[in-house]
């Protein structure tokens, strides 16, 4: 079974991921692991963080000449701003954060205990293992990208767009958007929030295209496909929500109007709509891969809320890092990349194999 784990802090020496059950003959190229890791990085709105980092991945196990071997694949992402033993005590803990609840947990009074290993920087391993999902999924064709639905109150107008126009249309985006009107609009936004010490949040959706029918399984509730992807999303931090296809505005419809037809093009069977967003009682059926997330503001203001000091038990200011203003376009990336894990797998449960050969004779 495709699984991984991650270990590391904010800033720690390293972030590190291992990557166990990827098959034998799969050729990675770490300039592609390294051009997500600088596409998560990148972004408007994006805090001084961004600017000492510059991720690449090292890859410390698992292939040989270029060709993954079988065995676990290790990586690891070394951190320039590694300072985690200089770095003062946090005693005023951020609403919003883990901070408070990880204080309660761990029992401690410092919240830099909570807040190094809570904080999004995790999520570049993430990606570094996603990265090499994605790579596995381009030998079946498979495409995974995401989109800015709307940044606050400002929201993308891309109802009319065709998927493959909005993916043309992203990719000189600074806010990972296909539309240039709502980008700027977007843009002047974001400068009032800094401006403001605030913080913006917002929503994206993740589209994966060529995806075969039959992955994930209505037998089970943890082989649900659906599922898998809202659990994965979910844990990205800052997710407040998931949804899939039309989502929570589909409830609003009758039957009638939101199920998708099945009809026959020649001898294809398709569908009218796709308002399920391509998964049908936890399996794909062969549609788009069509699943959106909300994002809550970054909870780090320059202007903080108010807080208590645990040392004290005086009311103060929360404690302030460094931070961004918006992470939304990051948070997509992040997305398409623990969506690709998901997929990787659903693929290589269905199929098997422990070899690429073996896998594609099998598919």
């Known amino acids: 079974m495709l699984r991984y784990l991650t ?12 990557l166990e059950g990827m098959p034998a003959g799969l050729k990675l190229d770490t300039k592609l692991i390294d051009k997500e890791l600088k596409r998560r990085q990148q972004g408007y709105g994006r805090g001084k963080r961004m600017e000492i980092e510059s991720d690449k991945v090292e890859i410390l196990s698992g292939i040989r000449k270029g060709v993954t071997i079988g065995s676990p694949i290790a990586v690891a992402i070394k951190n320039k701003d590694f300072k985690i033993d200089k770095l003062g005590s946090v005693v005023c803990p951020r609403p919003g954060h883990a901070d408070l609840a990880g204080m309660i947990k761990y029992a401690t009074i410092d919240a830099r205990d909570i807040l190094e290993r809570s904080s999004a ?51 000189n985006s600074c806010l990972n958007c296909a539309d240039r009107s709502s ?3 977007m843009k002047h936004r974001i400068d009032q929030a800094k401006k403001s010490g605030d913080t913006l949040g917002g929503g994206f959706e993740v589209i994966g295209l060529n995806i075969m029918p039959g992955l994930g ?17 979910m844990s990205i931090q800052a997710i407040k929500g998931v949804e899939f296809g039309v989502g929570f505005l589909g409830t609003q419809l009758p039957g ?8 026959l093009k020649g001898k294809v069977l398709t569908r009218r709509t796709n308002n399920a967003g391509g998964i049908e009682g936890g399996i794909t059926n062969g549609e788009p891969l069509r699943v959106s997330c909300a994002m809550k503001p970054i909870a780090t203001l320059m202007n903080p809320l108010l807080s208590v000091d645990m040392r004290t038990g005086k009311v103060k200011k929360a404690s302030t890092e460094r931070s961004d203003v918006c992470a939304l376009p990051a948070a997509s990336v992040v997305a398409e990349n623990v969506s690709a894990f998901v997929l990787a797998q659903a693929i290589l449960e269905k199929f098997g194999g422990d070899s690429m050969k073996e896998i594609k004779r099998r598919m």
């Open 7 to 18: 270990a590391g802090e904010s800033h720690g020496k390293a972030l590190i991921a291992i």
């Open 121 to 171: 920087r995790e999520t570049a391993a993430r990606v570094a293992i996603g990265a090499v999902c994605k790579i596995f999924l381009s030998e079946f064709k498979i495409v995974v990208f995401s989109h800015t639905k709307y940044i606050g109150d400002i929201e993308a107008d891309v109802e009319e767009l065709s998927l493959k126009t909005i993916k043309q249309k992203i990719s």
């Open 183 to 185: 980008e700027s609009l």
């Open 217 to 233: 399984s209505h037998v089970h509730y943890d082989r649900k496909i659906d599922a898998r992807l809202a659990l994965e999303l």
């Open 256 to 263: 009638s109007e939101f199920h998708d037809e099945i009809i």
